[in-house]
């Protein structure tokens, strides 16, 4: 997704002043009327190192319910800078989607030469000492980039951002949130919402455009058991299903969306944990643009918990007829 909203100049400004010195450790910046403003330069004391300044400089800066931009100075060579996105759980849904949709604007607008890595954090003990060396554990740091790379990069990152060779269209869900989805996503959608040969529409995040993307469809399941074989059990997806069955003696037809998110997911890539869940929403929403009105959702974590006795449960809920009350009759009669 991305939202439209752009960085001020105060901003770019105090951006500047973090590049300008070793001694500024780091840049607090949050949103705040539809542009990236900055909150607080973090100015490091001398000789502290990283994980010194982030116990005393940043841990105090983060609170539990409130998402936040965080830039760090934590190199010594270029690009020496990480820009962390926190969003906690706890933090407002609309804030949820502004911060995870303006991600990228920030560090574009920035420069993302500047930036080695960056990443999402939910809890604020990911952003003490022992949550950085956590997190280096799990995704050892890249070296640095050439210039030859670098300037690859950013080749590829604009004709991304210029929909060239990707395919992709803009949805406008809101005045500041658009999300780009695949022109064969879209396509896919209307035909299953025009009533043809499609029973099946199955979506999932390209994590290098955040766009939504098509799966491409081996087969047509025609039962329930056949659409849980076809969804994939180690990557999240969004599955629209018509289901054609047979219910009380004629056959009948329903539109099924199906959110899966296996468990053993969210352990690879911590973004993804927070943009499927937002994505939800927005998958959603361009379906009913598209004339599709899912009948029945169902969200579960691995798709084996889906079960076509759940599914029938769920259209044709058994409806209990309760008798009539009988008076007694009178003694004697």
């Known amino acids: 997704m991305q939202s439209g909203i752009s960085a001020s100049q105060e901003l770019v400004s105090q951006f500047n002043d973090l590049l300008a010195s070793d001694t500024n450790f780091g840049l607090l910046v949050t949103i705040s009327s539809e542009q990236l403003r900055p909150l607080q330069l973090l100015t490091s004391s001398s000789g502290a190192s990283f994980a010194a ?8 800066q983060i609170k539990p319910n409130e998402a936040l931009y965080i ?42 030469e500047h930036f080695r890595e960056t990443f999402f954090a939910t809890v604020p003990q990911e952003l003490s000492a022992a949550g950085f060396e956590k997190h280096d554990a799990h995704s050892a740091v890249e070296a640095p980039l050439t210039e030859e790379e670098r300037s690859l990069g950013e080749v590829k990152r604009a004709e991304q951002e210029a929909g060239m060779g990707t395919r992709t269209r803009e949805i406008h869900l809101s005045k500041n949130l658009a999300t780009p ?97 937002l994505m939800k929403r927005a998958v959603l929403t361009i379906a009913e643009k598209e004339g599709l009105t899912p009948e ?38």
Request: charged share 25%; glycine share 4%.
């Open 53 to 60: 300044n982030v116990e005393s400089l940043l841990q105090p």
């Open 71 to 112: 830039i760090l100075r934590r190199y010594s060579s270029a690009p020496a800078l990480v820009a962390v996105t926190y969003v906690p759980d706890t933090a407002p849904v609309r804030q949820k989607m502004l911060f995870a949709s303006t991600r990228l604007t920030l560090v574009r607008e920035l420069g993302s």
């Open 181 to 277: 989805v695949a022109e064969d996503a879209l396509q896919a959608l209307k035909d299953l919402a025009a009533g043809g040969g499609r029973s099946l529409v199955m979506l999932k995040i390209n994590p290098e455009s955040e766009s939504i993307v098509l799966v491409p469809d081996e087969s047509t399941p025609a039962s329930i058991p056949e659409l849980v074989q076809a969804i994939s059990p180690t990557e999240p997806r969004f599955t629209f299903y018509r289901f054609t069955h047979m219910h009380g003696g004629s056959e009948t037809s329903a539109l099924l969306f199906f959110y899966t998110c296996p468990t053993n997911f969210s352990t690879k890539a911590i973004k993804f944990r927070m943009m499927y869940p």
């Open 296 to 333: 029945k959702k169902f969200e579960v974590e691995d798709a084996s918990e889906i079960t076509e006795q759940a599914v029938m449960e769920e259209l044709h809920p058994t409806v209990e007829v309760k008798k009539a009350f009988t008076r007694p009759k009178r003694p004697g009669r």
